[in-house]
């Protein structure tokens, strides 16, 4: 298990990551997220809730984050660390804001997967970045 959960958060991070903006793929990403997944953002501040659903997922998170953003979103993984049903993923984006302001935070992602499908994710990032950079969540944006 750990090896094949391992290989897919490596392959979702690959074709999220090229550097053509165009040919950026979540595809494997989208398809390997459980319906009833839940993505936690860590810490103490606006953005800090647990999105639950994979609708809530891409559609408030997510769809928060590219609202935001300048081109499609890239995160470049530059370790990972699989046990079992978890795999880490230390990553640094590379982004700019729809403003001209560089977005390019420094995360630790801890997924959980079952049966092939990503069942959790908790996100660690620099918060006040996050804000300074793309503002505060809106409460309104959260449907769930």
Same mark, same amino acid.
């Given at each position: 298990?750990? *090896?094949?959960?391992?290989? /897919? ?5 690959? +074709? *999220? ?9 979540? =595809? ?5 997220? =459980?319906?009833? =997944? ?9 953005? *800090? ?13 997510? #769809?928060?984050?590219? &609202?935001?953003? =300048? ?5 470049? *993984?530059?370790?990972?660390? &699989?046990? #079992? ?5 230390? &990553?640094? #984006? ?21 049966? #092939? ?11 006040? /970045?996050?804000?300074? &950079? ?8 959260? +449907?769930?």
């Amino acid at each position: 298990m750990t *090896a094949s959960n391992r290989k /897919l958060i490596e392959e979702i991070f690959v +074709a *999220a990551s090229n550097p053509d903006p165009a040919a950026r793929d979540r =595809a494997l990403f989208v398809a390997s997220l =459980a319906d009833d =997944a839940t993505w936690t953002v860590t810490g103490q501040y606006s953005w *800090a809730r647990t999105f639950t659903g994979k609708q809530s997922i891409l559609n408030d998170l997510h #769809g928060h984050v590219r &609202a935001r953003l =300048a081109e499609r979103t890239r995160t470049i *993984a530059h370790r990972f660390i &699989a046990d #079992g049903d978890y795999v880490v993923v230390e &990553a640094k #984006g590379d982004n700019v804001t729809r403003e001209g302001v560089r977005y390019d935070n420094d995360y630790c992602l801890v997924f959980r997967l079952e049966d #092939g499908k990503i069942r959790e994710i908790r996100e660690y990032c620099d918060s006040v /970045l996050t804000e300074r &950079a793309l503002g505060r969540f809106p409460e309104q944006a959260v +449907a769930s």
